[in-house]
């Protein structure tokens, strides 16, 4: 059973950029394939990112793509999501989701396939 601890989060004027950390413990980290996931207040859950136990294949929503980027530096057993070019839209609670999988390849959008989550980090944007 892997644990997922969020940091990062934050603060920050339209037009900014954050760089968020999800660092896993308890499990081999390069066995998960991993996703990041927002949920703004009264809103339901959404995908954001997603990338493969091997960091080569990755997803992005139509909705932050060429602005945010996920990665994941498995020698640290953290995976990464950079955001840029931040908006009042992007407000919400982040949070980082693993699934175990046996493809090095495979990634998903759908919440429902991952099985461990973080508690979120909050990131506010002003405009």
């Known amino acids: 059973q892997v644990q997922l601890v969020e940091s990062g989060g934050g603060l920050v004027q339209a037009g900014g950029s954050l760089r968020l950390a999800c660092r896993a413990s308890?499990?081999?980290?390069?066995?998960?394939?991993m996703g990041w996931f927002r949920q703004a207040p009264g809103e339901e859950r959404e995908f954001v990112a997603a990338i493969s136990r091997s960091g080569t294949s990755t997803l992005v929503a139509d909705s932050v793509k060429g602005r945010f980027t996920i990665s994941r530096d498995n020698a640290e057993n953290t995976v990464y999501l950079q955001m840029n070019s931040l908006n009042a839209e992007d407000t919400a609670v982040y949070y980082c989701?693993?699934?175990?999988?046996?493809?090095?390849?495979?990634?998903?959008?759908?919440?429902?396939?991952?099985?461990?989550w973080g508690q979120g980090t909050q990131v506010t944007v002003s405009s």
């Open positions: 308890g499990d081999t980290f390069n066995m998960y394939r």
């Open positions: 989701a693993a699934h175990p999988s046996p493809s090095m390849t495979y990634t998903s959008a759908l919440p429902n396939q991952y099985t461990y």
